[in-house]
T-cell receptor
Framework: QKEVEQDPGPLSVPEGAIVSLNCTYS??????FMWYRQYSRKGPELLMY????GNKEDGRFTAQVDKSSKYISLFIRDSQPSDSATYLC??????????FGQGTRLTINP | DSGVTQTPKHLITATGQRVTLRCSPR?????VYWYQQSLDQGLQFLIQ???????AKGNILERFSAQQFPDLHSELNLSSLELGDSALYFC???????????????FGPGTRLTVL
Protein backbone atom coordinates (compact mmCIF):
# COMPACT_ATOMS: atom_id res chain seq x y z
CA GLN A 1 0.00 0.00 0.00
CA LYS A 2 1.29 3.44 -0.93
CA GLU A 3 1.74 6.03 1.79
CA VAL A 4 -0.36 8.51 -0.19
CA GLU A 5 -3.26 7.49 -2.40
CA GLN A 6 -4.71 9.75 -5.05
CA ASP A 7 -7.21 8.92 -7.76
CA PRO A 8 -5.37 9.48 -11.04
CA GLY A 9 -8.56 10.33 -12.90
CA PRO A 10 -8.82 11.60 -15.52
CA LEU A 11 -11.44 14.06 -14.32
CA SER A 12 -13.33 16.19 -16.83
CA VAL A 13 -15.74 18.95 -15.81
CA PRO A 14 -17.42 21.93 -17.53
CA GLU A 15 -16.10 25.45 -17.08
CA GLY A 16 -17.48 27.11 -13.96
CA ALA A 17 -17.96 23.86 -12.04
CA ILE A 18 -16.63 23.25 -8.55
CA VAL A 19 -13.85 20.69 -8.60
CA SER A 20 -13.01 18.46 -5.67
CA LEU A 21 -9.68 16.63 -5.55
CA ASN A 22 -8.76 14.27 -2.74
CA CYS A 23 -5.95 12.27 -1.21
CA THR A 24 -5.78 9.77 1.60
CA TYR A 25 -2.68 8.81 3.50
CA SER A 26 -1.56 6.19 5.97
CA UNK A 27 1.30 7.85 7.87
CA UNK A 28 -0.15 9.68 10.87
CA UNK A 29 3.17 11.50 11.35
CA UNK A 30 2.54 13.72 8.33
CA UNK A 31 2.13 17.32 9.50
CA UNK A 32 2.56 19.42 6.38
CA PHE A 33 0.24 19.14 3.41
CA MET A 34 0.63 20.70 0.01
CA TRP A 35 -1.04 20.82 -3.35
CA TYR A 36 0.99 21.28 -6.49
CA ARG A 37 -0.23 21.94 -10.02
CA GLN A 38 1.75 20.51 -12.91
CA TYR A 39 1.18 21.44 -16.51
CA SER A 40 2.31 19.01 -19.16
CA ARG A 41 6.11 18.69 -19.30
CA LYS A 42 6.58 21.42 -16.68
CA GLY A 43 7.75 21.42 -13.08
CA PRO A 44 5.23 21.19 -10.21
CA GLU A 45 4.02 24.60 -9.05
CA LEU A 46 3.05 25.09 -5.40
CA LEU A 47 -0.63 26.02 -5.00
CA MET A 48 -1.48 25.53 -1.34
CA TYR A 49 0.43 24.80 1.85
CA UNK A 50 -1.26 23.77 5.09
CA UNK A 51 0.05 22.79 8.47
CA UNK A 52 -1.93 20.23 10.48
CA UNK A 53 -5.73 20.12 10.30
CA GLY A 54 -8.06 22.84 9.10
CA ASN A 55 -8.98 24.87 6.06
CA LYS A 56 -7.04 27.39 4.03
CA GLU A 57 -8.43 29.57 1.28
CA ASP A 58 -6.59 31.41 -1.48
CA GLY A 59 -8.76 32.97 -4.15
CA ARG A 60 -10.66 30.23 -5.95
CA PHE A 61 -8.75 27.49 -4.14
CA THR A 62 -9.56 25.96 -0.76
CA ALA A 63 -7.48 23.26 0.91
CA GLN A 64 -8.87 21.10 3.69
CA VAL A 65 -7.00 18.73 5.97
CA ASP A 66 -8.72 16.20 8.23
CA LYS A 67 -5.97 14.45 10.17
CA SER A 68 -8.42 12.27 12.09
CA SER A 69 -9.54 10.72 8.81
CA LYS A 70 -6.14 11.03 7.11
CA TYR A 71 -7.83 12.82 4.25
CA ILE A 72 -7.02 16.02 2.41
CA SER A 73 -8.96 17.88 -0.25
CA LEU A 74 -8.52 20.70 -2.71
CA PHE A 75 -11.56 22.58 -3.99
CA ILE A 76 -11.46 24.78 -7.06
CA ARG A 77 -14.38 27.18 -7.48
CA ASP A 78 -15.43 28.72 -10.78
CA SER A 79 -13.06 26.44 -12.64
CA GLN A 80 -11.40 27.79 -15.79
CA PRO A 81 -9.88 26.04 -18.81
CA SER A 82 -6.51 27.33 -17.61
CA ASP A 83 -6.95 25.13 -14.52
CA SER A 84 -6.55 22.06 -16.73
CA ALA A 85 -3.47 20.31 -15.39
CA THR A 86 -2.36 17.46 -13.17
CA TYR A 87 -2.85 18.15 -9.47
CA LEU A 88 -0.49 16.50 -7.02
CA CYS A 89 -0.98 16.24 -3.31
CA UNK A 90 2.18 16.08 -1.22
CA UNK A 91 2.93 15.76 2.44
CA UNK A 92 5.88 15.64 4.79
CA UNK A 93 6.99 14.99 8.32
CA UNK A 94 8.82 18.13 9.39
CA UNK A 95 11.61 19.39 7.17
CA UNK A 96 11.90 16.21 5.19
CA UNK A 97 11.21 14.79 1.78
CA UNK A 98 7.85 15.29 0.19
CA UNK A 99 5.76 12.19 -0.40
CA PHE A 100 3.52 12.67 -3.42
CA GLY A 101 0.27 11.18 -4.56
CA GLN A 102 0.07 9.83 -8.08
CA GLY A 103 -1.59 13.02 -9.35
CA THR A 104 -5.07 13.63 -10.76
CA ARG A 105 -5.33 14.76 -14.36
CA LEU A 106 -8.02 17.45 -14.60
CA THR A 107 -9.60 18.89 -17.75
CA ILE A 108 -11.93 21.89 -17.67
CA ASN A 109 -14.07 22.01 -20.79
CA PRO A 110 -15.09 25.45 -22.15
CA ASP B 1 8.98 30.96 -12.88
CA SER B 2 10.03 29.37 -9.57
CA GLY B 3 13.58 30.72 -9.68
CA VAL B 4 15.06 27.21 -9.78
CA THR B 5 16.95 26.45 -12.97
CA GLN B 6 17.89 23.08 -14.41
CA THR B 7 20.07 22.12 -17.33
CA PRO B 8 19.84 20.53 -19.77
CA LYS B 9 16.13 20.46 -20.58
CA HIS B 10 16.43 17.29 -22.59
CA LEU B 11 19.03 14.56 -22.66
CA ILE B 12 19.11 11.56 -24.95
CA THR B 13 21.75 8.94 -24.36
CA ALA B 14 22.45 5.25 -24.66
CA THR B 15 22.40 2.44 -22.14
CA GLY B 16 25.58 2.14 -20.15
CA GLN B 17 26.43 5.82 -20.42
CA ARG B 18 26.87 8.41 -17.69
CA VAL B 19 25.18 11.82 -17.52
CA THR B 20 25.21 14.82 -15.21
CA LEU B 21 22.16 16.94 -14.47
CA ARG B 22 22.62 20.40 -13.04
CA CYS B 23 20.44 22.47 -10.73
CA SER B 24 20.74 26.04 -9.48
CA PRO B 25 18.48 26.76 -6.49
CA ARG B 26 16.57 29.98 -5.85
CA UNK B 27 18.75 32.79 -4.61
CA UNK B 28 19.38 32.29 -0.91
CA UNK B 29 17.97 28.76 -0.69
CA UNK B 30 20.29 26.35 1.09
CA UNK B 31 18.41 23.08 0.60
CA VAL B 32 18.28 21.19 -2.67
CA TYR B 33 16.15 18.13 -3.30
CA TRP B 34 16.21 15.76 -6.28
CA TYR B 35 13.12 13.88 -7.44
CA GLN B 36 12.46 11.40 -10.23
CA GLN B 37 9.12 11.34 -12.02
CA SER B 38 8.13 8.34 -14.10
CA LEU B 39 4.74 7.29 -15.41
CA ASP B 40 4.45 4.22 -13.21
CA GLN B 41 6.09 5.51 -10.00
CA GLY B 42 5.03 9.14 -9.93
CA LEU B 43 7.26 11.67 -8.18
CA GLN B 44 9.83 9.93 -5.99
CA PHE B 45 12.32 11.58 -3.66
CA LEU B 46 15.95 10.73 -4.40
CA ILE B 47 18.23 12.81 -2.19
CA GLN B 48 18.51 16.08 -0.25
CA UNK B 49 21.47 18.37 0.34
CA UNK B 50 21.66 21.25 2.76
CA UNK B 51 24.47 23.78 2.50
CA UNK B 52 26.79 21.27 0.89
CA UNK B 53 26.03 18.30 3.09
CA UNK B 54 23.86 15.29 2.37
CA UNK B 55 20.80 15.37 4.64
CA ALA B 56 18.46 12.62 3.52
CA LYS B 57 18.33 9.79 1.05
CA GLY B 58 15.34 8.22 -0.58
CA ASN B 59 15.14 5.36 -3.03
CA ILE B 60 18.25 6.44 -4.87
CA LEU B 61 20.11 3.74 -6.78
CA GLU B 62 23.77 3.12 -6.07
CA ARG B 63 24.47 4.05 -9.71
CA PHE B 64 23.21 7.55 -8.90
CA SER B 65 25.07 10.14 -6.86
CA ALA B 66 24.75 13.83 -6.16
CA GLN B 67 26.64 16.70 -4.64
CA GLN B 68 26.10 20.32 -3.70
CA PHE B 69 28.87 22.79 -4.35
CA PRO B 70 29.98 25.84 -2.30
CA ASP B 71 27.97 28.13 -4.58
CA LEU B 72 24.95 25.92 -3.67
CA HIS B 73 24.30 24.56 -7.13
CA SER B 74 23.84 20.81 -7.24
CA GLU B 75 24.59 18.04 -9.70
CA LEU B 76 22.97 14.64 -10.03
CA ASN B 77 25.18 12.02 -11.65
CA LEU B 78 23.58 8.98 -13.24
CA SER B 79 25.87 6.19 -14.42
CA SER B 80 25.56 2.80 -16.13
CA LEU B 81 22.25 4.01 -17.46
CA GLU B 82 19.44 1.57 -18.12
CA LEU B 83 16.26 1.92 -20.15
CA GLY B 84 14.28 2.16 -16.93
CA ASP B 85 16.14 5.32 -15.91
CA SER B 86 14.25 7.27 -18.56
CA ALA B 87 12.22 9.80 -16.62
CA LEU B 88 11.82 13.44 -15.69
CA TYR B 89 14.30 14.55 -13.05
CA PHE B 90 13.32 17.53 -10.94
CA CYS B 91 15.30 19.63 -8.58
CA UNK B 92 13.58 21.61 -5.83
CA UNK B 93 14.94 24.13 -3.36
CA UNK B 94 13.85 25.56 -0.05
CA UNK B 95 15.38 28.21 2.22
CA UNK B 96 16.49 25.98 5.04
CA UNK B 97 15.92 22.78 6.88
CA UNK B 98 15.16 22.94 10.56
CA UNK B 99 14.26 20.49 13.25
CA UNK B 100 10.54 21.13 13.43
CA UNK B 101 9.18 23.24 10.67
CA UNK B 102 9.24 22.48 7.01
CA UNK B 103 9.82 24.92 4.20
CA UNK B 104 7.91 24.82 1.00
CA UNK B 105 9.83 23.37 -1.89
CA UNK B 106 9.96 25.15 -5.21
CA PHE B 107 10.53 23.01 -8.27
CA GLY B 108 12.60 23.62 -11.35
CA PRO B 109 11.40 22.87 -14.88
CA GLY B 110 13.06 19.45 -14.92
CA THR B 111 15.39 17.50 -17.17
CA ARG B 112 13.82 14.89 -19.44
CA LEU B 113 16.19 11.95 -19.74
CA THR B 114 15.70 9.40 -22.48
CA VAL B 115 17.87 6.30 -22.46
CA LEU B 116 17.88 4.39 -25.73
Amino acid sequence: QKEVEQDPGPLSVPEGAIVSLNCTYSNSAFQYFMWYRQYSRKGPELLMYTYSSGNKEDGRFTAQVDKSSKYISLFIRDSQPSDSATYLCAMSVGAQKLVFGQGTRLTINP
Amino acid sequence: DSGVTQTPKHLITATGQRVTLRCSPRSGDLSVYWYQQSLDQGLQFLIQYYNGEERAKGNILERFSAQQFPDLHSELNLSSLELGDSALYFCASSPRTSGGNTDTQYFGPGTRLTVL
